[in-house]
């Protein structure tokens, strides 16, 4: 090669280099300013729920919800507590035990387990505990022996494995307290995400326990939405006889909470728990306070019942009348309460905000958002446009009785109200337990982080990047006021569904 063609070779390659340098610097640097997480305005929306909901209104007290279809969802939510899809069936039982491979309950914890091996997983797979640091090979395999996988080989229904829970539980995917974040330099990952957060079980609900860990902290229970690891000295083993005693007063009548972390003291002012919105404990009108059961463990911890007042400001008897009026009391006990991933810390996510607000008015609920649609009859408007969407559900949303899924998240249509910015067009109201918004691709998150009150609308004048929820891929209605249309859905029993983490 000529000297000056090497020259000039060399003098283009290493202006190829300077530039990618440039490049990569560049981006490294956007990168590093950029702000993954930032705070949705949320203070611009007005969360006064007697501004929307007046009190005044004498419309607030008409019920919403026909006394025949709420009397149907109050028998599906005896159903899966105390009846034939509950933790304490038998029939049931059965039916999740003698699953085939690989939809058997070894077979789907054991891909639990493995689901969380960092050991050749991909960098976005791969768990942080809360020191930043990634997990070893050992720190999984301490948890897997714990479990010792081969008691849940060839289960039975055994009687003396019905509990109770007696105070509110944490549901662990595995049997730990550790988090398990993926990094949180992807958009959407670290805090508050932890994959391992299932769920919470509130006290006073029914449970089967299908497996102890090898040292006896840790049972694997199914309670009557979903089959979670929660800690064994919150949970009382109980008999037929006080099985019988508690269904029985619990079908005569069910006392639901409506102002969260509510006192619960026995007879004697000994106190045992907060009681939260979406509990609920057999009981009667006592004068002019509920007297509710509430299960303790004896020496033995076996279920024992004791009982507690409660005030009528704090709770109600199911199903309470699904009025505008009484909607905005529970929410009133609900709005502004963080964003808890999975219930955590006894916070609630989106789909747990919507069963805590529906329980007093005995609507049953799964957990799952994506299983939530089907409890009504639903209407998918996954081809529908944005503008279609919100036309659609301001023309035929049911107040406070209309459920929205957008993919990965639900919420509640409240109603139609007058919009500010455009008078001649109603606003769609919806309200929500909400993490936040993001651009499309979701490379940020603007962060609500709380249970609001909040517009459906096209675009958000703080940041016309962010995804609207009428922009979302999936857009699916569900009226609770209607007869479901998917029954088989709702009646399918899917044991790897009820294990699902996500």
């Given at each position: 090669m000529p000297k000056k063609i090497k020259f000039n070779y060399y003098k283009c390659l290493f202006a190829l280099i300077l530039m990618g340098i440039g490049i990569f610097l560049s981006v490294s640097s956007v990168?590093?300013?950029?702000?993954?997480?930032?705070?949705?305005?949320?203070?611009?929306?007005?969360?006064?729920?007697n501004d929307w909901i007046k009190p005044g209104d004498s419309e607030g007290d008409k019920p919403l919800l026909p006394a025949p279809m709420q009397e149907h969802h109050l028998a599906e939510f005896y159903k899966h507590y105390y009846g034939n899809f509950s933790p304490w069936d038998a029939g049931y039982i059965n039916?999740?035990?003698?699953?085939?491979?690989?939809?058997?309950?070894?077979?789907?914890?054991?891909?639990?387990?493995?689901?969380?091996?960092?050991?050749?997983?991909?960098?976005?797979?791969?768990?942080?505990?809360?020191?930043?640091?990634?997990?070893?090979?050992?720190?999984?395999?301490t948890i897997a022996d714990n479990?010792?996988?081969?008691?849940?080989?060839?289960?039975?229904?055994?009687?003396?494995?019905?509990?109770?829970?007696?105070?509110?539980?944490?549901?662990?995917?595995?049997?730990?307290?550790?988090?398990?974040?993926?990094?949180?330099?992807?958009?959407?990952?670290?805090?508050p995400f932890d994959n391992l957060q299932m769920s919470t079980v509130w006290a006073g609900t029914p449970v089967y326990i299908f497996a102890e860990t090898k040292d006896h902290s840790w049972s694997l229970v199914l309670t009557p939405e979903f089959i979670g690891w929660v800690k064994t000295n919150g949970?009382?083993?109980?008999?037929?006889?006080?099985?019988?005693?508690?269904?029985?007063?619990?079908?005569?009548?069910?006392?639901?909470?409506?102002?969260?972390?509510?006192?619960?003291?026995?007879?004697?002012?000994?106190?045992?728990?907060?009681?939260?919105?979406?509990?609920?404990?057999?009981?009667?009108?006592?004068?002019?306070?509920?007297?509710?059961?509430?299960?303790?463990?004896?020496t033995d911890h076996q279920a024992t019942i004791k009982y507690a007042q409660i005030s009528t400001e704090d709770a109600v008897i199911m199903p309470w009348s699904a009025t505008a009026h009484h909607f905005s009391i529970v929410m009133s006990s609900l709005i502004g309460r963080p964003y808890g991933w999975g219930g955590m810390y006894f916070y609630n996510d989106c789909s747990a905000e919507l069963?805590?607000?529906?329980?007093?008015?005995?609507?049953?609920?799964?957990?799952?958002?994506s299983d939530q649609v089907y409890v009504g009859k639903m209407m998918d408007l996954g081809s529908a446009s944005p503008e279609q969407r919100l036309s659609y559900l301001t023309e035929n949303g049911h107040r406070f009785l209309t459920l929205v899924y957008i993919g990965g998240h639900v919420f509640l249509y409240i109603g139609n109200f007058p919009n500010p910015q455009d008078p001649a067009h109603p606003l769609a109201l919806s309200y929500q337990n909400l993490w936040g918004l993001s651009p499309r691709p979701?490379?940020?998150?603007?962060?609500?982080?709380?249970?609001?009150?909040?517009?459906?609308?096209?675009?958000?004048?703080?940041?016309?990047?962010?995804?609207?929820?009428?922009?979302?891929?999936?857009?699916?209605?569900?009226?609770?006021d209607e007869l479901p249309n998917y029954q088989l859905k709702l009646e399918s029993i899917d044991l790897r569904a009820l294990m699902d983490m996500s």
């Open positions: 990168r590093a300013n950029q702000d993954l997480i930032s705070l949705f305005p949320i203070e611009n929306y007005n969360q006064n729920l039916q999740l035990t003698h699953k085939p491979e690989p939809d058997n309950l070894q077979t789907i914890e054991r891909s639990i387990i493995l689901s969380f091996n960092n050991q050749n997983a991909p960098a976005e797979s791969m768990g942080y505990g809360a020191n930043f640091r990634p997990y070893s090979a050992e720190w999984i395999n479990i010792n996988l081969s008691q849940l080989a060839n289960l039975n229904y055994q009687a003396e494995n019905r509990a109770i829970t007696i105070d509110n539980l944490q549901a662990r995917g595995l049997p730990t307290e550790d988090v398990f974040f993926y990094s949180y330099k992807l958009p959407g990952e670290g805090y949970l009382a083993r109980a008999n037929n006889s006080f099985i019988h005693t508690w269904t029985h007063a619990a079908k005569k009548s069910l006392i639901a909470i409506i102002r969260t972390k509510a006192s619960i003291n026995d007879e004697n002012h000994h106190f045992h728990f907060l009681a939260y919105v979406g509990s609920v404990f057999p009981g009667e009108l006592s004068t002019s306070e509920f007297k509710i059961m509430i299960p303790v463990a004896n069963k805590s607000l529906l329980t007093p008015f005995g609507l049953w609920l799964p957990r799952h958002s979701a490379v940020r998150r603007a962060v609500v982080g709380k249970a609001v009150i909040f517009p459906l609308l096209l675009q958000y004048s703080e940041d016309t990047s962010l995804i609207s929820p009428a922009a979302k891929k999936h857009f699916q209605v569900s009226y609770l």
